[in-house]
């Protein structure tokens, strides 16, 4: 998958195609060059969700300003059990 590809995927499917990587890896039977082939596949997922994420909260930030009617971006803090 491209990196291309990486950026189009939501988020849910970012976590998946993770996933499904993770449980290829730990199992232990692919082959060096395949293995690292997946590995950097991974790598590439991980940075694409954390993005994601990032923008999410960016997102989150402003919503929130808007709301108080103030200029300034409100941090985002989750409550504790949502973490």
């Known amino acids: 998958m491209a990196s291309k590809k990486i950026d ?3 988020f849910d499917a970012t976590l998946e195609e993770l996933e499904t990587i993770v449980h290829q ?3 232990g039977s692919l082959p060096l060059e395949e293995a ?18 990032e923008q ?10 808007k709301a108080d009617g103030s200029d300034q971006l409100t941090p985002f803090q989750p409550k504790q ?3």
Not at 56 to 65: D, P, T, V, Y
């Open 8 to 10: 189009r995927l939501s």
């Open 36 to 53: 690292l082939k997946q590995f950097e596949q991974g790598i590439h997922l991980v940075r694409a969700g954390q993005q994601k994420l």
């Open 81 to 83: 059990g949502d973490e």
């Open 56 to 65: 999410a909260e960016q997102k989150i930030q402003i919503l929130l300003s």
């Open 25 to 27: 890896l730990e199992q």
